[in-house]
């Protein structure tokens, strides 16, 4: 439901020009707005992740200089996460002509429609207010739009109510004058029919519309962004050169340049149903741009953000049916913790998600699997490298070994190890500076023997019902040799 505008606010054209309204363009709102965010020092665009020294400068510029534009870059880059933000820029209520079609300003009529009520009702114009939400409209472009869907058409039911066909009144407004005096994305530009394409050119440079030959000037404000995906991948289409000409700017994003912030976009947006831990977003976030840098790997395509998301997704989930399995508790503080075993199952499902080169086609899991296991080890070493782990060297040694995995509880895995050294030391680095739960320590403690495994340390063997036993000293074979 729209939101309800406050209370007090004029209500007619009278009293909106008698509080000292000021009409602006939107692309001057946007300006003005922006300068005040920046001179304030917030958050210009809530929840964007990784683009703050790069991509948000360009837009910044283009915003202020008042172009239109094109966000050029990978899926799963967060472009359309972007042009919604713009949204917060604008003023939160603008004034609009009471009834009005397109969204005109009382002071600024533009249809024959709402001249003519302007003309008639003069101060006692009635005046609505609309939100900052209902100033933006998305089209994903797809083969079969067209250009009435965009610009418009004639309205069939007002003629047969009686209009000539030469009246403005029978034409049927489309999606970007319906947006006047808001912001319009197309998403996936190149995808729009060339032909289609050609009917934004006016909307970009002289800013009116032209339906089915009528005479009719709409002088449309609004700010018109467009994403893609970089042409030489797509192959679906192409931006014609004289619209590419009449975009301001043009701006690539990219993936998260750093670990962190990989991290901190996976733990910002993926739906968790379990605890994942933070060495283990880490594991995700290094195996996301691990597979992104594989040889193995179609690097045109890109590997998207929502890989690393749909991973920490399954990772918890894994967690909460292996809780349900074992009788463990499913929710509340006790509730289940992912473990390392848990990645396991990401390589299976998300393998649809990345386009591999000739030579990977075949093994996919093969590869994914030993990209799985690097970023793994890594993590581990960063982690906890440098540590006296021979404790839990010693403790695997013992025995039938240490057995964990999908099938063995957290307070049984925590049974076989003990108050073995340096848990303390292990629970501090992987961040549980306060007492962890069972959960919690068994998810440390599994970490720590995988990693052992992983710089062969440590033997690992799968059992058919599920159990991976850690025991004894690795025998030199290559890690990715190994079973998981």
């Given amino acids: 439901m729209a939101p309800v505008p406050p209370a007090g606010l004029p209500?007619?054209?009278?009293?909106l020009r008698a509080s000292g309204h000021v009409l602006r363009t939107?692309?001057?709102?946007?300006?003005?707005?922006?300068?005040?965010?920046?001179?304030?020092?917030?958050?210009?665009?809530?929840?964007?992740?990784?683009?703050?020294?790069?991509?948000?400068?360009?837009?910044?510029?283009?915003?202020?200089a008042g172009h239109d534009l094109v966000l050029l870059g990978e899926r799963g880059q967060g472009k359309t996460r972007l042009i919604r933000s713009l949204v917060g820029l604008l003023d939160e209520w603008t004034p609009v002509i009471s009834g009005a079609e397109l969204h005109e300003h009382p002071f600024d009529p533009i249809t024959p429609a709402s001249r003519a009520r302007v003309a008639e009702l003069g101060d006692d114009l009635p005046v609505a207010w609309l939100?900052?939400?209902?100033?933006?409209?998305?089209?994903?472009?797809?083969?079969?739009?067209?250009?009435?869907?965009?610009?418009?058409?004639?309205?069939?039911?007002?003629?047969?109510?009686?209009?000539?066909?030469?009246?403005?009144?029978?034409?049927?407004?489309?999606?970007?004058?319906?947006?006047?005096?808001?912001?319009?994305?197309?998403?996936?530009?190149?995808?729009?029919?060339?032909?289609?394409?050609?009917s934004l050119l006016n909307v970009l440079e002289e800013r009116d519309?032209?339906?089915?030959?009528?005479?009719?000037?709409?002088?449309?404000?609004?700010?018109?962004?467009?994403?893609?995906?970089?042409?030489?991948?797509?192959?679906?289409?192409?931006?014609?050169?004289?619209?590419?000409?009449?975009?301001?700017?043009?701006?690539?994003?990219?993936?998260?340049?750093?670990?962190?912030?990989?991290?901190?976009?996976?733990?910002?947006?993926?739906?968790?149903?379990?605890?994942?831990?933070?060495?283990?977003?880490?594991?995700?976030?290094?195996?996301?741009?691990?597979?992104?840098?594989?040889?193995?790997?179609?690097q045109r395509s890109g590997i998207s953000a929502r890989f690393s998301i749909a991973a920490a997704e399954t990772v918890a989930a894994a967690a909460l049916r292996r809780a349900a399995l074992l009788g463990e508790p499913t929710s509340g503080p006790d509730g289940p913790v992912a473990r390392i075993g848990d990645t396991e199952f990401v390589?299976?499902?998300?393998?649809?998600?990345?386009?591999?080169?000739?030579?990977?086609?075949?093994?996919?899991?093969?590869?994914?699997?030993?990209?799985?296991?690097?970023?793994?080890?890594?993590?581990?070493?960063?982690?906890l490298g440098g540590l006296d782990l021979t404790g839990f060297v010693a403790v695997a040694a013992e025995g039938a070994g240490v057995?964990?995995?999908?099938?063995?509880?957290?307070?049984?895995?925590?049974?076989?190890?003990?108050?073995?050294?340096?848990?303390?030391?292990?629970?501090?680095?992987?961040?549980?500076?306060?007492?962890?739960?069972?959960?919690?320590?068994?998810?440390?403690?599994?970490?720590v023997l995988e990693g052992l495994h992983l710089t062969r340390r440590v033997a690992k063997e799968v059992d058919d019902d599920g159990r991976v036993v850690y025991g004894g000293r690795d025998d030199g074979e290559p890690t990715e040799g190994r079973r998981r």
């Fill in 11 to 15: 209500a007619t054209a009278g009293e």
């Fill in 26 to 64: 939107v692309k001057a709102e946007l300006r003005e707005n922006l300068l005040a965010r920046i001179a304030a020092g917030g958050d210009r665009f809530p929840g964007v992740v990784g683009f703050d020294e790069t991509v948000l400068p360009d837009l910044e510029r283009a915003l202020l």
């Fill in 131 to 198: 939100h900052r939400s209902e100033r933006y409209a998305e089209k994903l472009a797809t083969p079969d739009t067209s250009v009435g869907d965009l610009i418009g058409d004639v309205d069939p039911i007002k003629v047969a109510e009686g209009r000539t066909l030469g009246d403005p009144e029978t034409i049927h407004f489309g999606l970007v004058p319906r947006t006047h005096r808001g912001i319009f994305a197309v998403n996936e530009l190149p995808d729009l029919a060339e032909r289609i394409q050609v």
């Fill in 209 to 298: 519309v032209q339906v089915r030959g009528y005479v009719l000037r709409l002088p449309l404000d609004l700010l018109l962004v467009a994403s893609a995906n970089p042409e030489d991948y797509t192959n679906r289409g192409r931006i014609i050169t004289p619209l590419k000409d009449r975009f301001g700017a043009e701006i690539r994003t990219h993936y998260p340049l750093d670990l962190d912030l990989e991290v901190e976009l996976v733990r910002q947006e993926a739906a968790l149903a379990a605890t994942l831990p933070d060495h283990l977003l880490e594991v995700l976030a290094r195996f996301t741009r691990a597979v992104r840098e594989s040889p193995a790997v179609d």
């Fill in 347 to 383: 390589t299976g499902t998300l393998r649809g998600k990345v386009e591999f080169e000739a030579d990977g086609e075949g093994r996919e899991v093969e590869v994914l699997d030993h990209l799985l296991r690097r970023a793994t080890a890594e993590t581990w070493r960063a982690r």
């Fill in 403 to 447: 057995a964990a995995g999908e099938a063995v509880s957290s307070k049984d895995l925590l049974a076989q190890v003990g108050t073995v050294p340096g848990l303390a030391t292990v629970l501090a680095r992987l961040g549980h500076d306060e007492v962890p739960t069972a959960a919690e320590a068994a998810s440390a403690v599994e970490f």
